[in-house]
C-alpha cells in the first residue's frame, strides 16, 4: 500500500486524503492546530456551535455536495438565508432578494436599468462562466472589478452594490479584484441563489471527512525533503520531533509557508508562491437581546461609511427559547492589519464599538456583549488581475509526487478548496 502525508486538515487537504484513501493509499494528515477544518471553524457558546470561517454551501459546489452526499451529510442541510442589505442615507436598504432592493429604493431607477443593461451584456459570456470554477473565466482576467463596473454599471451601481458585496463576502477591494472573480460571482447570485448549512453547522463537514482518516493534530510540519524516492515530512509536537516517510505528499497549507516547508522549491515555484496574497480579517460573535427582523439578514457596509467593518451575519435562528440573537461581526483587512496586537478581549471590544457607531447597528448593539473571537491573519486568498493566469502557468508544473491544494488555485470558498484537493489526489493517482 503506497503511503501519502497531507500537510494541513484544511478542507483541501481533507479532500485530498479523502480521495487517496478511497484509491488504496494510506494516509497521514498533519495539522499544526488542535482542531481540523481550517477556515471551517467554529466557537461554542451556551450549547451552540457558531460558524466563524466559511458559513454555507450553495447549489454551485458540485463537488463538495457530492462529498456530502457520500458521507451522509446531505440529508442534514436546512436552508441558508442569503439575503443581505447594504446602509445608504441613514437606512439599512435590502440588496438581496431582488425584489426587495427594487422595493426599498437602494438604487435610483436609472441606476437598476443601467444594473440589468450591464448585466444582460454578460448573456454571451454566461454559457463560460463557472462559478465552482473561475479558471473558466481566464479570457477576463484583464482588468480589475472596479474599472468594469464603473464602465458598464456606473458609479452608484459600483458604489453600492458591487464594492460592498466584495468587502464583506471576501474582504477584498474592488480596486484589485479582478473581473473575472466578479463574473463568476454575478452569476453564483443569479443562477444559484439557494444556499444550505448542515443543521449543526459547518464545522460538521471536515468532522465527517476526516471520519476514518488518521489525523494528527498538534503536528507543526518544520521540512519535506526527499528520501530515496519518497519524502521525509519533519514536524514538532508535544512529544518532541518526528518524522514521516512517505511515497507523495500532498501539502495544503497556505501558499505563504510552503517556501518555508518545501526548501528545495525552484526559482519559479518560490515566485509563484510569494506573488499570493490574502485579505485577513477577525470575526467577533456578539449577543444581542431579543429577536429583532433586522437582524436575520447580512448586513455589508461601503468603505466610505465605515473602514473598519465590513458586514454582520446572523447566526441560524432556532425555535427555541432563548431571549437573544446572536451575530457574527467582520474586520475589513486594514482594520485588522492595523490593531492585530491588541488581544482578544481588546480586539473583540474595538469591533462591537466600530459597530455601535454605525446609526444604523448602534441601538441593535446597544445591548450587544462580545462572546467569542475568531482571528484569521490570512482568511481568503486574493484572486487580483493576473493571478488565474499565474495559477495556469504555474499548475502545470505542479507534478510528480510532490503536489499542492489550496483555495488560492482554484476558488476562494470552500468548493474551490474542495476541487483542489480532489485534483491533487487525482494526479498522484
Not at 503536489?403 to 488560492?408: C, E, H, K, N, P
Request: contains cysteine.
Amino acid at each position: 500500500m503506497k503511503r501519502a502525508v497531507v500537510v494541513g486538515s484544511g478542507i483541501s487537504g481533507l479532500a485530498a486524503a479523502w480521495k487517496l484513501t478511497r484509491q488504496g493509499w494510506q494516509v497521514t494528515v498533519l495539522e499544526r492546530d488542535q482542531w481540523i477544518g481550517g477556515r471551517v471553524r467554529r466557537v461554542a457558546y451556551e450549547g451552540m456551535d457558531i460558524d466563524v470561517g466559511a458559513a454555507f454551501v450553495t447549489d454551485f459546489y458540485f463537488h463538495a455536495r457530492k462529498i456530502m452526499r457520500e458521507i451522509g451529510l446531505e440529508n442534514e442541510l436546512v436552508r441558508f438565508s442569503l439575503d443581505s442589505a447594504v446602509e445608504h442615507d441613514g437606512k439599512l436598504k435590502s440588496l438581496w432578494p431582488l425584489p426587495e432592493m427594487v422595493a426599498e429604493g437602494l438604487l435610483p431607477v436609472t441606476a437598476l436599468v443601467r444594473l440589468a443593461a450591464g448585466t444582460m451584456t454578460l448573456a454571451p459570456k454566461w454559457l463560460s462562466l463557472n462559478p465552482g470554477d473561475l479558471d473558466a473565466g481566464i479570457a477576463y482576467d484583464d482588468e480589475t472589478a472596479q474599472s468594469w463596473s464603473e464602465r458598464v454599471y456606473g458609479a452608484e451601481v459600483t458604489e453600492r452594490v458591487i464594492k460592498p458585496l466584495l468587502r464583506g463576502v471576501v474582504h477584498w477591494d474592488a480596486e484589485t479584484t479582478s473581473r473575472a472573480v466578479l463574473f463568476a460571482m454575478l452569476k453564483a447570485f443569479l443562477a444559484h441563489p439557494r444556499a444550505y448549512v448542515p443543521r449543526t453547522g459547518m464545522a460538521a463537514l471536515p468532522l465527517a471527512m476526516a471520519d476514518g482518516l488518521t489525523v494528527q493534530t498538534g503536528a507543526r510540519v518544520t521540512g519535506i525533503v526527499r528520501s530515496g524516492t519518497g519524502w521525509a515530512v519533519h514536524c514538532d509536537r508535544d512529544g518532541g520531533p518526528e518524522t514521516f516517510e512517505a511515497d507523495a505528499v500532498v501539502c495544503s497549507a497556505p501558499a505563504t509557508q510552503v517556501a518555508d516547508l518545501v526548501p528545495e522549491l525552484s526559482h519559479v515555484d518560490k515566485e509563484f508562491f510569494a506573488g499570493v496574497r490574502y485579505s485577513s480579517t477577525a470575526v467577533a460573535v456578539v449577543k444581542v437581546d431579543g429577536k429583532p427582523d433586522t437582524l436575520r439578514k447580512s448586513v455589508w457596509f461601503t468603505m466610505q461609511d465605515q473602514s473598519s467593518i465590513v458586514g454582520m451575519t446572523p447566526y441560524l435562528f432556532r425555535d427555541d427559547d432563548r431571549d437573544y440573537s446572536i451575530v457574527r461581526i467582520s474586520l475589513s483587512d486594514p482594520a485588522y492589519r492595523g490593531n492585530a496586537g491588541m488581544s482578544d478581549g481588546e480586539l473583540g471590544q474595538f469591533v462591537i464599538d466600530s459597530a455601535r457607531r454605525m446609526p444604523q447597528l448602534s441601538t441593535l448593539l446597544r445591548s450587544g456583549s462580545v462572546v467569542g473571537l475568531a482571528r484569521w491573519p490570512e482568511a481568503l486568498p486574493v484572486f487580483d488581475v493576473g493571478h488565474l493566469k499565474k495559477v495556469r502557468s504555474w499548475r502545470s508544473r505542479n507534478s510528480g509526487s510532490l503536489v499542492f491544494a489550496g483555495d488560492y488555485l482554484r476558488g476562494p470558498y470552500l468548493e474551490g478548496a474542495v476541487r483542489s484537493g480532489l485534483e491533487a489526489a487525482a494526479r498522484l493517482g
